[in-house]
């Protein structure tokens, strides 16, 4: 069975710092894995996702990676600003009787302080 | 603009009373799933669709019903609603089923059941 698990649960930096956030996985055998913002009250949103053949992705300021051989992938967010509070979540996905399967880590919240 | 969408945002109800949530999504996507969110278990599968009248049970699909019986819906049925279904509820959809897709979400259903 697919464990997410996300290091550390929380996280407060000041404005400006640069940041890593941490998953990882037991199962290998995956199709790709994708990074989730989730705001307070509101639903997940995409910001990146890395096919189980690439090491890496890049939008903007973020910057994910993925070592499959590890079972770990990284969020990089350069520059840190307070609108990038949120709860961000990794979730990996893997085929299971044919169709996508998709495990979710639990989370890591954010704070960036003015 | 494409989108899933959930409805209610919120719901109260009581012990028993069947209800249905909603949820719809208008980019032709043949994957469908409903998770629920709570505190400290992350996003956890309740049911999946890979097509229209194609269901499966996910990790936790005890007192939930679903239906595919057009491409674009896939609404969640609570026959008989109990305290223990209080929590968060998403609704997600992507292009494929076998081949790992972008997932997207609706804005979610906060569920408390009296």
């Known amino acids: 069975k697919q464990e997410v698990t996300q290091i550390p649960a929380a996280l407060s930096v000041p404005e400006g710092e640069n940041l890593v956030l941490n998953c990882s996985f037991t199962d290998s055998a995956i199709y790709n894995l994708q990074w989730f913002r989730q705001d307070p009250g509101k639903g997940l949103t995409s910001l990146l996702l890395i096919q189980s053949s690439q090491r890496e992705q890049t939008s903007g300021r973020l910057n994910a990676s993925l070592d499959k051989s590890s079972g770990r992938s990284t969020l990089y967010i350069a520059a840190s600003q307070p609108g990038d509070s949120a709860t961000y979540l990794c979730a990996v996905s893997r085929g299971s009787g044919g169709y996508q399967k998709v495990t979710f880590g639990t989370g890591t919240k954010l704070q960036v302080i003015p | 603009e494409a989108q899933v969408t959930q409805n209610p945002r919120y719901l109260i109800t009581v012990t028993g009373k069947k209800l249905t949530v909603t949820c719809s999504q208008n980019m032709n996507h043949e994957y469908m799933s409903w998770y629920r969110q709570d505190p400290g278990l992350g996003l956890r599968q309740i049911y999946y669709s890979m097509n229209v009248e194609v269901t499966d049970k996910g990790d936790v699909p005890e007192g939930y019903k679903v239906s595919r019986k057009e491409k674009r819906n896939f609404p969640l049925i609570l026959e008989s609603p109990s305290p223990n279904q209080t929590s968060l509820y998403f609704c997600?959809?992507?292009?494929?089923?076998?081949?790992?897709?972008?997932?997207?979400f609706g804005s979610g259903t906060q569920l408390s059941v009296l």
């Open positions: 997600a959809s992507s292009l494929g089923t076998y081949t790992g897709e972008k997932l997207f």
